[in-house]
């Protein structure tokens, strides 16, 4: 496969998996109400643990992945046609 099609499937288990971590670890009691903010909001979010989450369990699936590919135990090329 090509460093393309490497870099797409990449991009799109981030994205999931990023998804699917984002409402974890999230505490919605706020100490302090602005007016117009959304009181269900989270008041820290973690983004950058979350970030750092997502990348490392995205290369372990992505490793995980193109080594099945690799092998030609996952073949993509079969499942698509």
């Not at 690799?70 to 046609?81: A, V």
């Amino acid at each position: 496969m090509s460093i393309t099609g490497l870099a797409i499937i990449y991009i799109i288990i981030w994205w999931i998996v990023f998804f699917a971590i984002l409402p974890i670890d999230v505490e919605r009691k706020k100490t302090v109400k602005i007016e117009g903010e959304d009181p269900g909001s989270p008041e820290n979010p973690k983004m950058l643990k979350k970030f750092i989450y997502c990348t490392g369990i995205t290369t372990i699936l992505f490793i995980m992945i193109y080594l099945l590919m690799k092998f030609e135990y996952l073949n993509l090329r079969n499942i698509i046609i």
